[in-house]
């Protein structure tokens, strides 16, 4: 990793009788949802391409990341599966999703 990337935890949750959730906790209430885990994981970088577009838009910068720890202990849900994706912030683009890599449970 450089120092034109960005690393940041995202996780799959779910409740009894509802669809999986994939998010980027630090992104606030960025998600998408899928009917397996790999469709909700598959959802996620549409939702991440949006969520950057919109901060673009808006003239805000990306959050701070935080460590896996920090952000797994912030939720309530259960959590499926936790995994780092990684975000381009190369000064001359647009931030843009770039890697993902699982840590399942």
Known sequence: MDRTTRRY???IM???DAPYVATVPD?????????????AKANLPDAVATY?????TDGRNLPE????RAVLASIDE???????????VTPE???SFTEQNSLRR
């Open 9 to 11: 935890v995202a996780v």
């Open 14 to 16: 779910k409740e009894p």
């Open 27 to 39: 992104f606030g209430a960025m998600l998408t949802t899928g009917d397996t885990v790999e469709e």
């Open 52 to 56: 950057l577009e919109g901060i673009g």
């Open 65 to 68: 990341s935080r460590s896996r």
């Open 78 to 88: 259960a959590v499926v599966e936790d995994y780092v994706i990684e975000i381009d």
């Open 93 to 95: 683009s647009k931030p």
